[in-house]
């Protein structure tokens, strides 16, 4: 099974701010691998597959990148609904298999 | 617009059969490009996969669940099904049923999810 890490658990950023979110794989994913956003209360929402493509729908501000066992999704600047708990999700090798998530906080 | 619903019962009992139905609205389910998921979260933690379906019955399981875990299609209500055997206060969840892409297995479009918990 491969293990999806996050981190942090939790990042405190003001409105307007960049957020950079990190999901380690423990083995390799190569461009497999998509992040969610998920509001209390919601269902987890897809914004990035392919590693680094928007879902439809998804602003410009969210953008994904890297590969392998490395990747990154960046908020350009936060706007207030994007406060939230952010998923990565591995989708090269069954299980499937998420990260613990990162929680985007105002700070 | 595609939509997805689950339903079931909300309460069980240690030991029970937990059994939910995800009502496909808005698309096929039997069409290649898309198989078909369950997706749980426990209270206050992240996303567990639980298993996928095609609908033309292959599946893929979770390890950890797959001896207690049945998906299944129900092609003639555009449904498929999720039945998890045995259950104790550890399989209390949200439970989720979602659409991936078949070779490519994100999940595109959720349900709203549905709460199981288990107490006796």
């Known amino acids: 099974e491969i293990v999806m890490t996050q981190s942090p658990a939790t990042l405190s950023v003001s409105p307007g701010e960049r957020a950079t979110l990190s999901c380690r794989a423990s083995?390799?994913?190569?461009?497999?691998l998509a992040w969610y956003q998920q509001k209390p209360g919601q269902a987890p929402r897809l914004l990035i597959y392919g590693a680094s493509t928007r879902a439809t729908g998804i602003p410009a501000r969210f953008s994904g990148s890297g590969s392998g066992t490395e990747f990154t999704l960046t908020i350009s600047s936060l706007q207030s609904e994007d406060f939230a708990i952010y998923y990565c999700?591995?989708?090269?090798?069954?299980?499937?298999?998420f990260g613990g998530g990162t929680k985007v906080e105002i700070k | 617009q595609l939509q997805l619903q689950e339903s079931g019962p909300g309460l069980l009992e240690p030991s029970e059969t937990l059994s939910l139905t995800c009502t496909v609205s808005?698309?096929?389910?039997?069409?290649?490009?898309?198989?078909w998921g369950w997706i749980r979260q426990p209270p206050g933690k992240g996303l567990e996969w639980i298993g996928t379906i095609f609908y033309t019955g292959t599946t893929y399981y979770n390890p950890s669940l797959k001896s207690r875990v049945t998906i299944s299609v129900g092609t003639s209500k555009n449904q498929f099904s999720l039945k998890l055997s045995s259950v104790t206060a550890a399989d209390t969840a949200v439970y989720y049923c979602a659409r991936g892409f078949n070779g490519k297995h994100y999940m595109d479009v959720w349900g709203k999810g549905t709460t199981v918990t288990v107490s006796s």
């Open positions: 808005g698309a096929s389910i039997n069409n290649d490009n898309y198989y």
């Open positions: 083995q390799s994913v190569t461009y497999n």
């Open positions: 999700q591995q989708y090269n090798n069954w299980p499937l298999t």
